[in-house]
């Protein structure tokens, strides 16, 4: 896809992400998409910016008057020790943002990544959370806002499996305290897919981003499982998507979470909702031929 071309003048608002690695990043394109199709004077950039350098960049933001950036790794945790509000209760207890906007000087972080997953399940998969039973793969970043997300909606059930299992059991624990009612159990791996009726597998690590890598989970395993959504986008279809769909499993990979978390961002920058999501997803795929 031709990117989109930019005109620039004295009044362009600037925006943003900061993260590390960034460059392979496709925030900038969708966004600066955007801003042509609407007509509006603004550009989205990618920086470069470690963790120890964030409060420098977020005083960039301020100091510059910039609309507002999105954060990635590693950035989402440490975010919260530099913003001034964070207006929403779930993101504040997620403890991880992606979104900061520029109100005045005020920095005020969202987490878009959880409802973004939410629309994507809804749209996809036709697949809501209320009263069902979720197995998360990872406890990063995105584990987080997902699993705050889906017990936020009213998942029943949630698991967490993760290569180091401290972190699973750390992410446990922190959602208990918000959730009582739903039960929510660190597992030491994925095994618990032989065992229990689970709804939805979620695979928020970073496994299936090389093609060379195995499926997160063993697909022999999948005989009680309903549905799986990969968060992974970069690659069309991970090893996982593909044992799921062998099996006839509804499945989908993260580009509709991706297009969902970008448009929850575009709007509380902009105020511009409508037609927002369906456009990034257009660009997205045609990103991706
Ligand atoms: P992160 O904070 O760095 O967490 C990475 C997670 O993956 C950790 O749980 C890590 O386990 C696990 N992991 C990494 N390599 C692994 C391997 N080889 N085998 C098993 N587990 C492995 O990253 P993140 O921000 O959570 O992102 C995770 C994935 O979600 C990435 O692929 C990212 O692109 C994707 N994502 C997608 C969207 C979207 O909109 N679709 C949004 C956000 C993120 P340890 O704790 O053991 O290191």
Redesign the pocket.
């Known amino acids: 896809m031709s990117e989109a071309r930019l005109t620039t003048n004295a009044s362009t608002r600037l925006y943003g992400i900061f993260g590390s690695p960034v460059r392979h990043s496709l925030s900038p394109t969708l966004h600066n998409a955007l801003f042509q199709k609407l007509g509006m004077n603004a550009v989205y950039m990618a920086f470069e910016v470690q963790r120890d350098s964030l409060g420098l960049a977020l005083e960039a933001v301020r100091s510059l008057d910039m609309g507002g950036v999105n954060l990635?790794?590693?950035l989402?945790e440490e975010a919260l020790n530099h913003v001034d509000e964070i207006p929403e209760d779930v993101d504040r207890c997620a403890g991880a943002l992606?979104t900061i906007v520029n109100r005045g000087g005020q920095l005020h972080g969202y987490n878009t990544?959880g409802p973004?997953?939410l629309a994507?399940l809804a749209e996809e998969l036709q697949w809501r959370p209320a009263g069902k039973s979720v197995l998360i793969?990872?406890?990063?970043?995105?584990?987080?806002?997902a699993a705050f997300a889906l017990a936020h909606a009213g998942a029943e059930r949630i698991w967490i499996a993760?290569?180091?299992e401290e972190?699973?059991q750390g992410l446990a624990e922190h959602l208990e305290g918000f959730f009582p009612e739903t039960e929510i159990d660190a597992v030491a791996d994925a095994s618990v897919l032989g065992a229990e009726k689970i709804d939805l597998l979620v695979?928020?690590?970073?496994?299936?981003?090389r093609a060379e890598?195995p499926p997160?989970a063993d697909p022999a395993a999948f005989r009680k499982l309903a549905a799986v959504y990969d968060?992974?986008?970069?690659c069309g279809e991970t090893s996982l998507l593909r044992s799921a769909k062998k099996l006839g499993l509804p499945q989908a990979?993260?580009?509709?979470?991706?297009?969902?978390?970008?448009a929850l961002a575009f709007g509380l920058w902009t105020g511009r909702t409508e037609g927002v999501r369906e456009q990034m997803l257009e660009v997205l795929r045609a990103c991706k031929k």
């Open positions: 990635t790794i590693p989402k992606n990544d973004g997953l994507a793969l990872g406890a990063g970043g995105a584990a987080r806002g993760n290569r180091t972190r699973a695979n928020a690590t970073s496994c299936g981003m890598d997160p968060l992974i986008y970069n990979n993260g580009l509709g979470m991706l297009a969902a978390q970008a």
